[in-house]
């Protein structure tokens, strides 16, 4: 009873705000990628709206356990970087084959997180590292509003004036919310609003019965397994750890390899934290109590859920809204994140090569061996600290106090 007080006390303007923005950015473009693999694969709608329903439902409900239980802004969602991976795999391999697959790199991400092994490893990845890996994979959100102010000035143009004006001078409403209703509007007025060819319908979710192929595990499973452990919980870890949060990296590892394996059974990827939304609802823009940023993720999870059961009546219409838009608030949103990254991860002197590298690893978008950048970001700041940086690492290991071990749970 008094979880549930505490919750409803914690919703607010500001979390109910970064909460729905926070599923309007998941629940626009990166259901297009996922549509569009799925059209790519020869998927039929059935099977479409079932992959769909799959990871928002579960990735949301995923939300909604953690942040419940832990009392901290973390996101469930899905990997947007998996779902471009999937997407091109549907071509070689049938549906029954890539379940297989998603189910084995749930299978994977699950005994890495009950191991405790990623948990290990994070304690001795230095966060500024950490930190510039996230400013370097979420920088583009950034240069995306400003992008966005050449394709539709009136629109981005006007929600960048408003944020800034409602920043100065009015302090009871949430600048984003601000920003947002009023590209909404202009959006409307001038017919930016489009309707794909896709039609309302609602579709029950069909199961899907994994088969297991071992080209299809090797292109699929590790590559998958990897993105969601070194990209978007990556992501996730540091963006709470910027914020001054103690994530509970092997419960994150285990519960998103769960979802992972249920998520299979019906044609999904995988459900797992989610680092773009994770930063939204993490950020200032939930609020200035730290202590009530979950209940953000707690409507993040419902609105999730809803958009999971409801994906084929839903869908056509949430993708109707203007890529601009969506550009324009998520760049927005990420600045208070992207601030205490780069501080996080230049205001000492020390790992500061590595950083850069992370920085600009992260920047680049590279991909090697299909797996994006954010995991080489973290690898690449690693080994060129260690070889240049080998002090910070021994003032590392001799300073508990200082040491990221102080910055992690490990329930």
């Known amino acids: 009873m ?37 059209q790519n694969g020869g998927l039929t709608q059935t099977e479409t709206i079932s992959w769909l329903f799959a990871i928002y439902f579960f990735g949301g409900l995923l939300g909604l356990i953690l942040s ?3 009392k901290q802004p973390i996101a469930g969602a899905y ?28 299978i994977i991400v699950f005994i890495l997180g009950i191991s405790g092994l990623i948990s290990k490893v994070m304690h001795w990845i230095p966060v500024p590292i950490v930190m510039a890996m996230i400013v370097g994979a979420m920088i583009k959100f950034g240069t995306g509003m400003i992008t966005s102010l050449e394709k539709a000035p009136i629109i981005a143009g006007s929600a960048i004036l408003v944020y800034l004006l409602s920043s100065s001078f009015v302090k009871k409403v949430p600048p984003i919310l601000s920003a947002f209703l009023v590209a909404i509007i202009l959006a409307v007025f001038t017919n930016q609003f489009h309707m794909g060819a896709m039609e309302p319908n609602f579709i029950i979710p069909q199961l899907v019965i994994p088969t297991f192929s071992l080209d299809a595990i090797i292109s699929i499973s590790i590559p998958l397994a990897l993105l969601v452990i070194g990209a978007e919980n990556a992501q996730a870890t540091g963006v709470l750890i910027a914020q001054d949060y103690k994530p509970p990296i092997n419960a994150m590892t285990i519960y998103s390899g769960i979802g992972g394996i249920v998520t299979s059974l019906f044609g999904g990827h995988n459900a797992n934290v989610a680092g773009p939304m994770t930063a939204i609802c993490a950020s200032e823009e939930s609020g ?24 084929g009546v839903a869908v056509p219409f949430v993708t109707a809204m203007p890529g601009v838009l969506i550009g324009t608030v998520a760049g927005l949103a990420m600045i208070g994140v992207l601030l205490s990254s780069l501080q996080s991860a230049f205001s000492k002197p020390r790992f500061q090569i590595g950083s850069f590298f992370a920085l600009v690893i992260g920047m680049s978008g590279v991909s090697f061996f299909a797996i994006s950048s954010p995991f080489w970001a973290i690898v690449g700041g690693v080994i060129v600290s260690y070889f240049i940086e080998r002090r910070d690492f021994d003032t590392l290991k001799n300073n508990s106090k200082e040491t990221p071990k102080a910055q992690f749970e490990t329930a």
């Open 2 to 38: 008094s979880d549930r007080k505490g919750l409803l006390q914690h919703l607010n303007v500001n979390t109910i705000s970064a909460g729905t923005l926070a599923a309007i950015f998941g629940c626009t473009g990166p259901a297009l990628i996922v549509i569009g693999g799925a």
């Open 68 to 70: 419940l239980r832990y």
């Open 79 to 106: 990997s947007i970087p998996g779902a471009v991976l999937v997407a091109g795999a549907l071509s070689h391999f049938s549906l029954n084959e890539a379940a297989g697959a998603y189910l084995v790199a749930g």
């Open 288 to 311: 200035k109590d730290k202590n009530a940023r979950y209940a953000s993720v707690v409507v993040n999870g419902v609105l999730f859920g809803a958009f999971g059961l409801l994906a």
